[in-house]
Each structure stands twice: as C-alpha cells, then as structure tokens.
C-alpha cells in the first residue's frame, strides 16, 4: 500500500530539496572562492548569500498573496467573517464554512471583511483600506529590493574570485 502525498506536502518536500541543493551550492560556490580568490570573501559570501536568498525567495513567495490582498476584494465576492480563535471563519456561497486567518496581525475586531475566489472559494483575502494595500506593497518591494541587492553583492563576490 502506497501513501499519496497532499498537494500540500508534496510543496514542503518540493521546497525543502531546493533549499538543500541551494545550500549544498553556496557552500561549493565557499570552497572554490576560498581557493581560487580569498578566504575573506568566502566567508562574506558564506554569510550573505543566505540572507539574500531567503529575503529575496520569502518576498516572492509572498507574491500571491499580495496579489489576492489586490484583485479578490475587486473581483472576488466579499462576505461576513467572524472572529473564532485565532482565524475568521466565513460561509461561501455554497454553504461551506471557511477559514481565513491573517497572517500579518493587521485584523483585530470581531468581525472582518474577506473576499474570496468564485472559483476556488478556499482562496480568501482580508479586505484593506487602500491606504494599507499601498503601504504593504511598499513595504513588500523595499524588501525585495533589499534581497536583490544582496544577491547582486553575492554574484559580484563570484565574479570578482574568479577575474583574480
């Protein structure tokens, strides 16, 4: 008997071979800065490219959902949620109760406003003044920004080894 994995465990195990290969390529990429150029810009390059990896790969996995936060409440259908726990649970239009929990605190009444997929009723965003949208976005590209000019100093670090 064979066990299926879930959509979402295959993602973990998916996710967890690519930051093993990426780990085992950064501390290859070390060794052969270390020979070929300077042991001091290994260990820069063993200590940033890491930080720059998990700022730049975490922002853009937080893509979609900065998506959702923009288009569900614009074309999604908007309900009632109500606070239970540390989630909101809403009823879709199918009669089925869901639960969508927020991530970043941001929510803290008794009730919310979400807006979830016609399609996939699962998909939910909480709905945002558009203020707040702004700010978040913001707040999401300067990260990305920051990840991207760290991977920047990591590929120069490489190239700077291997021009002698």
């Known amino acids: 008997m064979t066990r299926e994995e879930s959509g979402e465990d295959a ?8 930051w093993w290969t990426a780990g085992l390529l950064i501390v290859a990429m070390t060794v052969v800065i270390g020979f070929v150029g300077s042991v001091v810009w290994a260990v820069i390059f063993a200590v940033i490219t890491p930080f720059g990896l998990v ?9 979609k959902e900065m998506y959702d936060v923009w288009v569900l409440p614009l074309r999604g259908i908007i309900v009632e949620a109500q606070r239970s726990g540390m989630y909101y649970r809403y009823t879709d239009m199918h009669g089925v109760t869901r ?7 941001r929510i803290t009444g008794p009730t919310a ?7 996939r009723p699962g998909t939910a965003a909480f709905v945002n003044p558009w203020g707040r949208k702004v700010w978040f976005t913001f707040l999401h590209l300067v990260v990305l920004l920051i990840g991207l000019a760290i991977d920047a100093g990591s ?3 490489v190239v700077e080894a291997f021009r002698g």
Do not use: C, E, K, M
């Not at 639960?99 to 605190?105: K, Y």
């Not at 406003?113 to 016609?118: D, F, K, L, N, S």
């Open 155 to 157: 590929v120069a670090i």
């Open 11 to 18: 993602w973990f195990v998916n996710v967890a071979v690519w």
């Open 99 to 105: 639960t969508a929990s927020d991530t970043l605190g």
């Open 55 to 63: 700022t730049t790969l975490g922002t853009l996995l937080q893509g």
């Open 113 to 119: 406003q979400v807006a979830y997929h016609p399609r």
